[in-house]
């Protein structure tokens, strides 16, 4: 599979436009099952697609390096992703606020024209429809500065950059921001993709439990489309890897030794 600084940037543009329409109608949710021992994961561990999750690792440190032609490249190209990066946050923190200041104005508005209960449901419902395409807009916007960001810090080749802890720290706030975005327009399978690579970048990375929460619940929803398209193989992969990074997500956030690790494991692995 091409990472995502190597897919276009219209594959990103056509999945998000196609998950805003997908998921704003009051369909039935692809992944969505009865049988509650599919929502194990869902149940046990809290979503938060738009938490506070990696907020305190900014900012990022410049990069210190020597001077010559191939670290310069690297630098204009490593500065170029944290721009990229930075737009992306302000843009969609703006519009969070905005987005925010427009519910409360709403609140404390009065309709004479409502004059029932529905009525002002109605109005409510379409305010709140408004407000959301203007969110998932900001997420649009907010996604093709992230994309933009990978592929600088792809482009980057110097080996001594690549491994320095701002190339790093860059990469994983990116990813993070991406993640969220993701989550937040239920698209499960791209988050899941960059919650890999996430945890991959180093012990750091794969020691966050908030992270290995969010791929556990990832890898549920897989599992449960497997299970719902009856792919047996993936089914079994996907229940796996949910148990395993369930856990995962219990031992960093409690300690694998405390007594609320013992519980997590006794409610993932009941019948």
């Known amino acids: 599979m091409n990472s995502p600084a190597e ?3 219209y594959f990103y543009v056509f999945f998000l436009v196609y998950s805003t329409i997908l998921f704003a109608i009051p369909t039935r949710h692809v992944f969505a099952e009865k049988n509650p021992p599919d929502k194990k994961i869902e149940i046990l561990i809290p979503e938060g697609s738009d938490s506070d999750w990696g907020k305190n690792a900014l900012p990022f440190e410049d990069l210190n390096l020597l001077g010559d032609v191939d670290e310069n490249v690297s630098q204009t190209l490593f ?3 944290k721009e990229d990066f930075l737009k992306s ?3 969609f923190r ?3 606020d905005l987005a925010e200041e427009k519910r409360k104005e709403f609140e404390r508005l009065t309709f004479e024209a409502d004059r029932y209960e529905w009525q002002r449901k109605n109005r409510k419902e379409n ?3 408004s407000v959301l395409r203007d969110l998932n807009k900001a997420r649009s916007d ?7 960001a990978m592929n600088s810090l792809e482009k980057i080749q110097n080996p001594k950059v690549k491994d320095s802890e701002s190339y790093r720290e860059l990469q994983a706030g990116i990813y993070r921001e991406y993640v969220k975005h993701q989550l937040a327009l239920r698209n499960f399978l791209l988050a899941m993709d960059l919650l890999e690579r996430y945890i991959n970048l180093g012990n750091k990375y794969y020691e966050d439990s908030e992270a290995q929460g969010l791929l556990a619940n990832c890898y549920e929803r897989a599992y449960r489309l497997s299970k719902k398209n009856r792919d047996d193989e993936a089914r079994e992969k996907y229940d796996i ?3 395993k990074h369930g856990l ?6 409690f300690g694998k030794n405390s007594p609320d690790y013992k519980e997590f494991s006794r409610e993932l692995f009941k019948d």
């Open 142 to 148: 907010s996604v093709h500065h992230l994309v933009a």
């Open 79 to 81: 500065e170029k992703s």
């Open 94 to 96: 703006k519009a969070s």
């Open 248 to 253: 995962l997500y219990a031992e960093f956030k």
């Open 89 to 91: 946050v302000d843009l």
């Open 7 to 9: 897919r276009p940037l």
């Open 127 to 129: 305010f709140e429809r």
């Open 241 to 243: 890897l949910r148990k």
